[in-house]
């Protein structure tokens, strides 16, 4: 996901803290760990570890490919990583043969922790440990003895779990629209970081060649801006009058499937989410009266449309060009004191 930098932020600011609401609001930055480790039986498999050949992770664009040291990644977070806990790791690798000899038919097999969420384009083998491990085996055909690195053209992913302790909470902009805000604790101003570390085993076998044993360290930074994912095209638009029936006919439609009330900043808040056949959307209220609506037009987790009703009578829509997923609000966030 591509994030800008809102251009005109005193604009958005006026008519709704855009920066503060639904976004990661508040989020900083964490060090944590999630650790995949090996266990003796990896040790028991890898005895023969050598140096006749050598393996880097890769990035990869339309333009260039860059090599890096997998035990030291450092990977862009999507705000849907953040949502959902977990991060998608692309298992890019490049081999290079340091023997002084012609390589062929060469193959690799990598071992996958068999806790770990897996999608690959490989061939998955079948093995007598599968509560251990998963093995992947990727065909690398032809080495020459050089300096540079072969990529393995069919690639893995694996889905890292991302855990770190946060804070829900609802709040009130100057034009008194409530706001979600999910807040992480944190330790770096304006990033967060998430570290995760774990070891891959990997075998290489080549025609008339002995195998070779390694295993892959892994120490990977997660970082993810809260700054800029809403896009320029991301202005407030103001509300026509068909923009306004449909607001009244949408909400008209509510089957309900969640409500709670409770006070904030001294005024009572009600809110609840619906839907129909085809939308789901969420309603708040303050003191009885209609302030946001944020809108799921096909339900597929993700918000399209946001209106807007500030104190000051003015109204107000977005229209999303980046994706953001809609979370649910939870009663916890706010007061449950009955109003005075």
């Not at 384009?121 to 300096?147: F, M, P, Q, R, W």
């Amino acid at each position: 996901m591509r994030k800008k930098r809102i251009k005109n932020k005193k604009k958005l600011a006026k008519y709704f803290s855009l920066k503060n609401l639904l976004a990661i609001c508040g989020v900083i930055g964490l060090i944590t760990a999630a650790i995949i480790g090996v266990t003796d039986t990896y040790k028991l498999l890898f005895p023969n570890m050598n140096a006749e050949y050598e393996i880097l992770y890769y990035f990869k664009d339309k333009k260039n490919i860059e090599l890096s040291d997998p035990s030291n990644l450092s990977i862009e977070m999507t705000l849907e990583d953040f949502i959902n806990g977990t991060i998608t790791l692309p298992v890019n690798l490049a081999i290079r043969n340091k023997e002084n000899k012609f390589l062929d038919i060469v193959k690799i097999e990598i071992y996958y922790p068999s806790q770990v969420k897996l999608n690959s384009s490989g061939k998955i083998l079948a093995n007598t440990s599968s509560k251990i491990y998963k093995i992947i085996e990727h065909d690398i055909g032809v080495l020459k003895n050089s300096n540079n690195y072969t990529p393995i053209e069919s690639t893995d992913e694996i889905m890292l779990p991302i855990k770190f302790p946060t804070v829900e909470a609802v709040g009130l902009t100057e034009d008194g629209v409530p706001m979600y805000l999910i807040m992480a604790i944190s330790e770096l101003e304006g990033m967060f970081k998430t570290y995760t570390s774990f070891l891959l085993p990997v075998k290489v076998y080549a025609k008339d060649n002995k195998v070779w044993e390694d295993i892959l360290k892994f120490e990977v930074y997660h970082k993810m801006s809260v700054v800029g994912y809403f896009s320029d095209e991301d202005e407030p638009i103001s509300l026509s009058d068909v923009d306004k029936k449909f607001v009244a006919d949408l909400t008209s439609k509510c089957k309900l499937i969640n409500e709670f009330s409770g006070i904030q900043q001294g005024r009572d808040l009600h809110y609840k989410k619906c839907q129909t056949t085809t939308e789901v959307f969420q309603l708040v209220f303050l003191d009885k009266k209609l302030k946001l609506v944020v809108l799921d037009k096909n339900k597929d987790g993700y918000i399209n449309q946001l209106y807007v009703f500030s104190d000051n009578n003015s109204s107000h829509k977005l229209v999303f060009s980046n994706k953001l997923p809609m979370f649910d609000w939870k009663k916890k966030a706010i007061s449950p004191e009955p109003s005075p």
